[in-house]
């Protein structure tokens, strides 16, 4: 089990990494929840952009990065990634 708190503090992300499935809970509305399912192509990392809309997945083995949009719940799948050197996605706080 993975918890992290989304950047502005309004939402809480809970994944299990071996079934590959996210669920996001706000702080201030304990009745929404918004559920992520990665499915067969299986779950590495987890993390959120820095707005706190998006959550960013990364499957594994790198088969694909996934970006989802908790504003209009969609989701960008990013196929076939180039490299395999990296299993933990993270952004950068000083944005480079």
Do not use: R
């Not at 399912?37 to 088969?63: F, M, Q, R, Y």
């Not at 960008?76 to 480079?96: A, E, G, Q």
Request: hydrophobic content about 40%.
């Amino acid at each position: 089990m993975y918890i992290e708190w989304a950047p502005n503090d309004e939402y809480i992300l809970c994944a299990n990494i071996k079934k590959a499935v996210i669920q996001v809970y706000s702080v201030n509305f304990p009745q929404w929840k918004y559920k992520l399912i990665e499915g067969s192509a299986g779950l590495e990392s987890v993390t959120w952009s820095p707005d706190s809309k998006h959550i960013l997945t990364l499957s594994e083995c790198n088969i694909q990065l996934s970006i989802w949009s908790l504003e209009d719940n969609n989701v960008l799948h990013i196929p076939k990634l180039k490299s395999s050197v990296f299993n933990k996605l993270m952004f950068s706080p000083n944005d480079k």
